[in-house]
């Protein structure tokens, strides 16, 4: 199965501030690759898909790059609502695997 | 508006079985990838599961061979069996659902929690 290196597993941060999360896959893995959002006892949401692809309604703050075994989350100024834990998922073949998380918290 | 309710989670003994079931609304099952995810308490998400439109099925290591994803098309429901059940099985289950614009997992249900403990 395609391992998916998530980093930093946690990290503290200012509303305003600029949050880059990234997600390493242990062999390419083209651009099969989603970023969900995860807020306590809910459901994921999804934000980005096919790597860089905006899901619709979600605001432009986020953006997503990377093709092959390196892909990046970026969050281009922290809102409230954005604190939350955050996953990547590799959909290039199954059985699929997510990333360990990365949970944004408040500086 | 699509919509996905999951139903049969509760406390089971180690070694038993659990159906899960998840009806969905505002599309047809049989449409879209079918999936289900788990999350054990406290900790991150684990891809379990896969039914294709056209029928394929696919299961993490973990559960291969105990698990089986399977849908009823004139219920509009999606299904997961859950046989030798163990400890580590103990998750929330999410029932989760594709697009026509993505094979990712965008719309979710609200999940169902199943305990496995004697």
């Known amino acids: 199965a395609i391992q998916m290196t998530q980093s930093p597993s946690s990290l503290s941060a200012s509303v305003g501030d600029r949050v880059t999360i990234t997600c390493r896959a242990s062999q390419g893995i083209r651009n099969d690759l989603g970023w969900y959002q995860q807020k306590p006892g809910k459901a994921p949401k999804l934000l980005i898909y096919a790597a860089s692809s905006l899901q619709s309604g979600v605001p432009s703050r986020f953006s997503g790059s990377g093709s092959g075994t390196d892909f990046t989350l970026t969050i281009s100024s922290l809102q409230p609502e954005d604190f939350a834990t955050y996953y990547c998922?590799?959909?290039?073949?199954?059985?699929?695997?997510f990333g360990q998380g990365t949970k944004v918290e408040i500086k | 508006e699509v919509q996905l309710v999951e139903s049969g989670g509760g406390l089971v003994q180690p070694g038993g079985s659990l159906r899960l079931s998840c009806a969905a609304s505002g599309f047809t099952v049989s449409s879209n990838y079918m999936s289900w995810v788990r999350q054990a308490p406290g900790k991150g998400l684990e891809w379990v599961s896969v039914?294709?439109?056209?029928?394929?099925?696919y299961y993490a290591d973990s559960v291969k061979g105990r698990f089986t994803i399977s849908r009823d098309n004139s219920k509009n429901t999606l299904y997961l069996q859950m046989n030798s059940l163990r400890a580590e099985d103990t998750a929330v289950y999410y029932c989760?659902?594709?697009?026509?614009?993505?094979?990712?997992?965008?719309?979710w249900g609200q999940g169902t929690l199943v305990t496995v403990s004697s």
């Open positions: 989760a659902s594709a697009d026509a614009v993505t094979t990712l997992n965008r719309y």
């Open positions: 998922l590799q959909d290039y073949n199954y059985p699929g695997t």
């Open positions: 039914i294709y439109s056209g029928g394929s099925t």
